[in-house]
């Protein structure tokens, strides 16, 4: 469950952009934006209802998504399940949207916070941020694997579904991302994000 308290410009903005809001943009969370939160929710239990039940951290991940985004989610992960997830392994979305201060935190790990460098993108210039983006995770007997082949393997899938992978990347390879938009569009994205515009069918 989203908690859109947390940041509610940012949470007006994503439901604007993606067609459940139509009013100010002002971080007030009020009544019009309950609204619109509920038909987004609304919309993403119908989508849910076509596809595969997927575990708990992967489906709240999931519905944190934009909604076209959350259909490509389900159907890349249902066939990476179906081609790849054998010997006790499992495939899970680990991660969504994220608002921008989550974004910034993640940043700050390597750099002003202990920790191992996991992201270059600051708040704002990730599709993280956009609800067009997510990560996956491997695990096995339940324990998260870093680092497996089977990663390019899901990339392979995701390509052929028409997914930006992350470990095409040059400058940053991040085999467990994937998108449906390209990184190329990133700042007409963000521009279009932040005045609530739609930027995605």
């Given at each position: 469950m989203i908690n859109y308290d947390d940041d509610p410009l940012f949470w007006q903005r994503f439901l604007e952009s993606a067609?459940?809001?139509?009013?100010?943009l002002d971080g007030d969370f009020g009544q019009q934006s309950h609204v619109a939160a509920e038909a987004f929710e609304a919309?993403?239990?119908e989508i849910a209802k076509t596809s595969v039940i997927f575990d708990i951290r992967t489906e709240s991940n999931i519905q944190t998504l934009h909604p076209t985004a959350q259909l490509k989610a389900r159907i890349f992960l249902r066939d990476v399940t179906a081609k790849l997830a054998a010997n006790s392994l499992a495939f899970k979305i680990i991660s969504g949207t994220r608002?921008?201060?989550?974004?910034?935190?993640l940043y700050a790990l390597g750099r002003t916070?202990?920790?191992k460098i996991v992201t270059k993108a600051r708040g704002g210039y990730s599709n993280h941020n956009?609800?067009?983006?997510?990560?996956?995770?491997?695990?096995?007997?339940?324990?998260y694997i870093e680092e497996s082949e089977l990663y390019k393997s899901a990339g392979v899938i995701g390509k052929q579904q028409?997914?930006?992978w992350g470990g095409d990347w040059e400058s940053f390879q991040d085999e467990p991302h994937f998108q449906v938009v390209a990184e190329t569009q990133l700042s007409e994205i963000?521009?279009?994000?932040?005045?609530g515009r739609s930027f995605i069918v």
């Amino acid at each position: 469950m989203i908690n859109y308290d947390d940041d509610p410009l940012f949470w007006q903005r994503f439901l604007e952009s993606a067609g459940f809001y139509h009013g100010a943009l002002d971080g007030d969370f009020g009544q019009q934006s309950h609204v619109a939160a509920e038909a987004f929710e609304a919309r993403s239990a119908e989508i849910a209802k076509t596809s595969v039940i997927f575990d708990i951290r992967t489906e709240s991940n999931i519905q944190t998504l934009h909604p076209t985004a959350q259909l490509k989610a389900r159907i890349f992960l249902r066939d990476v399940t179906a081609k790849l997830a054998a010997n006790s392994l499992a495939f899970k979305i680990i991660s969504g949207t994220r608002t921008y201060e989550e974004q910034n935190e993640l940043y700050a790990l390597g750099r002003t916070r202990p920790g191992k460098i996991v992201t270059k993108a600051r708040g704002g210039y990730s599709n993280h941020n956009f609800g067009v983006a997510w990560d996956i995770g491997i695990f096995k007997n339940g324990e998260y694997i870093e680092e497996s082949e089977l990663y390019k393997s899901a990339g392979v899938i995701g390509k052929q579904q028409g997914l930006e992978w992350g470990g095409d990347w040059e400058s940053f390879q991040d085999e467990p991302h994937f998108q449906v938009v390209a990184e190329t569009q990133l700042s007409e994205i963000r521009t279009s994000f932040e005045k609530g515009r739609s930027f995605i069918v």
